[in-house]
């Protein structure tokens, strides 16, 4: 409940009645001394109390009418208008201020969709305009339908078809029908075979992808580190496969000319949490720009070159949902060189005693 304010509607009511009574009361007392007929008393303060009444009343109601217009406008997909009167201190003030934050989550979640919809148009575009390209050339004669012109063709339409599933996941996320399957296994030989596919994707083994990007580089070296061999965690195994899969994917992108990237897990505080590092030695992601590299269609500086090698833009989004969806958390640490993503999963689940 709302405590007691002497500015809230009820203590203006309030008043407003006792102000009418004490009106009503002082023309009697006048009338009964002076020998005034009542009928004029009962004029006189009928005309008093309504005064004061519309005097109170258009206070109240005129931020009403305000709210009413802008509720009118946001209903019709106009999201830049606001309520009048947040400063109040009464209950309408906290009304305004309810409806101007409404219309501020509208405007962002509505600024997000545009950007949503261009950067798909633009993700799109470009694989499908290869892709026509190279057909066009084949029905036109310039080029032979050889396999080196097909597998061009195939690699644009594995990159739709890496970009579609990746949305087709957003959108899961976006209506919460994911489900957690989370167990108890081994950190080694999981990670271990995570490695593995990573490597065969690059080595160009067909149906192997290492992420949303499926990167095809061959020179970077993958070191697994697991302290203690036999260390054991709790989590969904095929959502810990989609952060592990697109940070080793980032990582490779962006590493030098055989470089190494380094995967590192260790026992967190809780029992069978688990702290998981990819550790690179490319570029770096520089500070002022670490807290947007998760969000979706993400282009930094650090990593202007994701489009040029297959990305989408939506594998680091997929990984900080994915670690969410656990609990957990992942960031940018601080590193001397190269960018080291930490992720921290919380285990299993403690009973309540």
């Not at 201190?89 to 219309?103: P, Q, V, W, Y």
């Not at 976006?174 to 030989?189: C, H, K, Q, S, T």
Request: charged residues 25%; aromatic residues 4%.
């Amino acid at each position: 409940m709302r405590p007691f304010s002497p500015f809230s509607i009820k203590t203006k009511l309030g008043t407003l009645v006792v102000v009418s009574v004490f009106i009503t009361t002082g023309l009697l007392l006048v009338a009964l001394r002076t020998d005034t007929e009542l009928r004029f008393i009962t004029v006189f303060s009928v005309i008093a109390s309504m005064l004061i009444t519309q005097f109170v009343a258009h206070g109240l109601t005129a931020p009403l009418d305000d709210m009413t217009r802008v509720a009118r406008a946001i209903s019709h997909g106009d999201f830049t208008r606001r309520v009048r009167g947040a400063g109040r201190r009464d209950e309408l003030g906290d009304l305004a201020s309810t409806i101007n934050l409404m219309a501020d989550d509208l405007e962002a979640v509505d600024r997000h969709r545009r950007e949503l919809v261009a950067n798909v148009s633009h993700e799109l575009r470009t694989p499908i305009a290869a892709l026509r390209a190279v057909l066009e050339n084949v029905v036109d004669g310039v080029s032979e339908a050889d396999p080196e012109t097909m597998r061009t063709a195939l690699k644009q339409t594995e990159r739709l078809g890496r970009l579609v599933g990746t949305l087709l996941d957003l959108s899961r996320v976006d209506n919460g029908v994911v489900p957690l399957r989370a167990r108890r296994f081994e950190v080694w030989p999981y990670l271990s075979g995570v490695l593995k596919e990573a490597g065969l994707a690059a080595a160009g083994r067909p149906g192997l992808a290492s992420g949303s990007g499926g990167h095809t580089r061959n020179d970077v070296h993958l070191h697994l580190d697991v302290f203690p061999p036999g260390l054991t965690a709790y989590a969904d195994a095929e959502r810990l496969h989609q952060v592990v899969a697109n940070l080793i994917d980032n990582a490779v992108k962006h590493s030098p000319a055989l470089g190494r990237v380094t995967v590192r897990a260790r026992a967190g505080e809780a029992p069978e949490s688990l702290a998981l590092e990819v550790v690179d030695e490319g570029p770096g992601i520089p500070e002022a720009e670490r807290h947007r590299v998760f969000e979706r269609f993400n282009r930094g500086s650090a990593h202007s070159g994701e489009s040029s090698d297959g990305g989408t833009g939506l594998g680091l989004a997929i990984a900080r949902w994915a670690v969410e969806l656990h609990g957990g958390r992942i960031r940018v640490a601080e590193s001397a060189r190269g960018c080291r993503i930490l992720v921290t999963l919380p285990g299993a689940p403690q009973a309540s005693h």
